[in-house]
């Protein structure tokens, strides 16, 4: 449905681009589910910062800058939490 709103506006916003991106991480998540190969737990992560860069990106300037912090940190934190996932599951 996006890809045809898209379509019929004659135009792309950073935030379509943004939106596809989450759409193309869902669709990986769910490809490496089945196919049974890697964490299926990192890709989830993948997603929630992708969401959180969007949020920032789009809202960048409406906003205060403690929140700006905080989600930067949330960022951090979910990147931090992928590379121990990842490093635990070669083990």
Same mark, same amino acid.
């Given at each position: 449905?996006?890809?045809?709103?898209? +379509?019929? *506006?004659?135009?792309?916003?950073?935030?379509? @681009?943004?939106?596809?991106?989450?759409?193309?991480?869902?669709?990986?998540?769910? &490809?490496?589910? +089945?196919?049974?190969?890697?964490?299926?737990?990192?890709?989830?992560?993948?997603? *929630? @910062?992708?969401?959180? *860069?969007?949020? @920032?990106?789009? $809202?960048?300037?409406?906003? &205060?800058? $403690?929140?700006?912090?905080?989600? &930067?940190? &949330?960022?951090?934190?979910?990147?931090?939490?992928?590379?121990?996932?990842?490093?635990?599951?070669?083990?």
């Amino acid at each position: 449905m996006e890809l045809v709103r898209v +379509y019929e *506006a004659r135009s792309v916003s950073l935030a379509d @681009i943004l939106l596809m991106f989450l759409y193309l991480e869902v669709i990986g998540m769910i &490809a490496v589910f +089945y196919r049974g190969r890697g964490s299926p737990f990192v890709y989830p992560i993948f997603i *929630a @910062i992708t969401a959180l *860069a969007r949020l @920032i990106v789009l $809202q960048g300037k409406d906003m &205060a800058p $403690q929140n700006l912090v905080y989600e &930067a940190g &949330a960022i951090l934190l979910l990147a931090v939490a992928a590379v121990v996932v990842v490093r635990a599951g070669k083990t």
